[in-house]
């Protein structure tokens, strides 16, 4: 869950994982971070309170992620679709493409509904190439070190197995389902802190950069 504050800048409020069979999905919903509005604002795409993500791997290499962002104005649909699969012991091709509902813009002005779109789409890349750079640098640890925040790793794991097995040597525990909820409050209150502490801090730079301005000029 951390993954998506620190790299991708969003604000976990809930986030749960279920396994069964040959699905595994992702769900989460979170609010929008006060101190990443002026980055929404530079792009010019109106006020983000927050999103939901329903994303589900069928199989270990197709992916729908169902993402609604949750705006001022109203709730924009988009379909995040990726596929990945191996070209050689080393490396895999990874596909993906991004559909998003028309958002809806002050009088109904289509060209300006097709530009914001375009900007929000922008967006989710740059949010999925971000985990795309990661997956150029990853590895496997047989036995890592986790906290709580981290997840179900090893359930993870075990549900992945099934697909490396004869389907004769599928286990129950590979494909029985399991849910894991974690407990956000915690994170919750640390992220906080940090929010509003970074949103201090860009306050006092600004307060401190306008009197310089004068005695620079």
């Known amino acids: 869950m951390a993954h998506f504050f620190y790299v991708h800048h969003a604000f976990p409020t809930y986030f749960k994982n279920t396994f069964e069979g040959h ?11 006060d101190d990443m ?3 929404e604002v530079a792009i010019g795409a109106p006020k983000r309170l927050g999103n939901t993500s329903v994303a589900t ?5 197709f992916m729908i992620d169902d993402l609604i962002y949750h705006y001022e104005h109203g709730d924009t649909r988009t ?4 596929c990945h699969y191996p ?14 509902q028309r958002p809806e813009v002050e009088d109904d002005d289509p060209a300006a ?3 914001l779109a375009a900007k929000m ?25 986790l906290c709580e925040e981290d997840g179900p790793v090893y359930q993870l794991r075990r549900w992945y197995e099934q697909f490396y097995v004869d389907v004769a040597d599928v286990r129950p525990e590979m494909t029985e389902r399991f849910e894991f909820e974690l407990d956000t409050t915690r994170p919750i209150e640390a992220w906080k802190r940090e929010v509003e502490e970074n949103v201090a801090r860009r306050a006092a730079e600004a307060a401190a950069a306008a009197v310089r301005e004068p005695q620079d000029a």
Request: no cysteine; net charge neutral.
């Open 87 to 100: 070209i050689d012991e080393n490396s895999f091709m990874l596909l993906y493409g991004i559909s998003m």
């Open 57 to 61: 791997y069928h199989g270990p290499s």
């Open 121 to 145: 789409v922008a967006t989710v890349r740059l949010g999925f190439e971000q985990d795309v750079e990661i997956w150029k640098n990853k590895t496997r640890i047989d036995n890592p070190l």
């Open 23 to 33: 699905t595994a999905t992702q769900l989460q919903k979170g609010v929008n971070r």
């Open 37 to 39: 509005r002026p980055a």
């Open 113 to 115: 509904a097709e530009a």
């Open 79 to 82: 379909v995040l679709i990726n």
